[in-house]
């Protein structure tokens, strides 16, 4: 039986829905006007160029108070000139660091830059004002405890560290309001002798490095915490900015580069392979190098080349330098241009690996491609090959090496010129399955892996172990890809695997380059090379054993002697004969910087022996004995500089900022950069912004308006709030209309 009681109405509680609904959408409407009251109208949210809101910035940035409210100027923090003095193959190099500091707070500003991979980094020196502060060499972890503690106590200091040989980062503390400190690093360099022509590479761009993952892959540069793989992901792993957020107008991290040649011959043709210059050739057998349009982005190496008037003449050089009691030898030596141009061309095994990760996109991954269809071109009827392609995944055409037929080669084209530039730099086991050698006892062959990548990866170590373990019989030869590869990778990977580096940074060059490297591969190589001296007469040589040697490839050996006379004399095999050549030590120059060049090749000798066996131990103790006694910036000593006098007051705050890079010529942002990244805005200062500025306020004086900027409008979410309370009123309607009032019997 129904019972007698009246249910409470239903259209009390659709009411009660309803009243509530109205009351949400009231309160949203008067937050949003409230809101709205405060943000600028649509012309008003147009940003003058060259300034930033609060509401744009997503990443550190030292932004400058305007007197427009809500309004910033991000302030420029580096700009670098670049002074080269070149001695025959010798190079002196002083790279001058500008960090500017126009805001009214006191700053650090670190700032990572590249390297020569083989250079010697030995002086730091640091101008304030009129004011020279010489660096110190310490033990790394010594002198960051300097540098920390001069900061903490508001002096001036600047500490520069190197994250690879190719990599350091310079730091600078306490840089007060209005102040600019002037950072000026030297370093020692040779240029390389290439098939008759000089060569020096200034790196001013660094290759963003992949960090492989257990679970995969991440770019290092998104900021990720997924770094557990590499102790020191973080500090090789710079910010990139955006080439959308770059300064149209100007350039935010200017170089201007300036040489003095002096190459000890009769000067034949000077270039610059990417760059305009300016040659002032007014004085016989020297050179004066310039840029003619001013200063370059730091986005792509500085590529100066030189040859002598006469092609004939000998291409040997020795210089010595004589430093506490000690002769420092330096030879560089081309064989004879007909090296083995006679002989029989062996059949290869030829294994072509290709990058097609995603920082190989746009320019680079149509080098490479070329590079690939020039390198089957000259595969001939006997050969063998395979191909193998990685970016986060790995794919081999063939399940092992085939001959070189017209049908294999052609099935090779078309799967490589499907490729496309996409995912991670996981290059372990494609180089782990390139060396993989089938037929080990194949004598008739020579086996040969070109390597065509950018080197984006920051586990070198993994791959330089794996090289070391796995070659065989096999010769590595990597072939760098774009604007600003790895080169620390690509040339230890080329000495560890016995055969040579080749860059191709720009897809015109890409025919020439393959074609030297293939006259190369296909002449024999000398192998056995070694270097005489007279009895009692050689203390160290670096490198130790000599490399084998390739066509047009030149013999760079560093030595220290006992005394510099008598005859060197060079050796090797060749073709089975023996190829001999002598040189008189009292031929050689005097030249500066070749005791550093011979501590260097002798600290990157001993740091390679780690692969072959040699305790860590006893590495490090070699490594940090030879790097103090030569002044040199390791992986275990720094230069530290640091102003006596305190500067900051006590109790103001030290701003920190990380400066980002310049994404390197031809690559293509959007295919290498995680998702999360975005865009942010910075403009260069010029002096049409200094009049933006807010002048410093009197101490004494009133506060105006708190900081006299609106903050961005995100205390609210108006259009959530607005949406749940129109939502509301229609289900409310709805129950209202479908549950009248009704009394049950």
Known sequence: MASARTRKPAGGQAWLGLITAIAVFGASVFFWSEAHADTPSAEEQITPAGLVRLSE???????????????????????????LDIAGPIVRATITQRFENPSDAWVEGTYVFPMPEDSGVDRLRMQIG?????????????????????????????LVEQERPNMFTTSVANIGPGETIIVQIEYQD?????????????????????????????????GSDRMETLADAQRITPPLMHPSAEPGDQLRLPVTIHADLQPGFALGAVASRYHATLVDRSEPGHAMISLPDGPIPANRDFVLTWRPANETAPSAALFTEQLDGQTYLLAQILPPATLGADTPRRPRETIFVIDNSGSMAGASMRQARQALAAALDRLESGDRFNLIRFDNTMERVFPTAVDATPANIARARSFASRLEAEGGTVMLPALRAALTDDTPSDTARVRQVVFLTDGAIGNEAELFAAIDQGLGRSRLFPVGIGSAPNTYFMSRAARLGRGTFTHIGDVNEVAGAMERLFTALERPVMTDLDALFPAGALSEIWPAPLPDLYYGEPVLLTARLAGPDGMMRLEGQLAGSTWQQDIALAEAGPAQGVATLWARNRIRALEETRFQGATPAAIDASVLETALNFHLVTRL???????ATPA?????????????????DGWDFQAVMDERIHPVQHAALDPGMIARLRPGQDPGAAPVDADGVPLPATATPRELMMGLGGLMMLIALIWLITNRERRLW
């Open 57 to 83: 910035i997503n990443e550190g940035a030292l932004l400058l108070k305007t007197v427009e409210g809500g309004l910033y100027v991000p302030a420029p923090l580096v700009a670098t000139d670049i002074e």
């Open 130 to 158: 009129d004011r020279f502060i010489e660096g110190e060499i310490h033990e790394r972890q010594q002198a960051r405890r300097i540098y920390e503690a001069a900061r903490a106590n508001g002096q001036r200091a600047s």
């Open 190 to 222: 040779v240029a390389r002798l290439n098939d008759g022509t000089f060569e020096l590479r200034v790196p001013l761009a660094i290759t963003p490095r992949y960090i492989p993952q257990p679970e995969g892959f991440v770019f290092a540069s998104d």
């Open 637 to 643: 000593t720094s230069l530290v500089a640091v102003d």
């Open 648 to 664: 900051r007051p006590v109790g103001d705050p030290l701003v920190q900022r990380d400066i980002p890079l310049m994404v390197p």
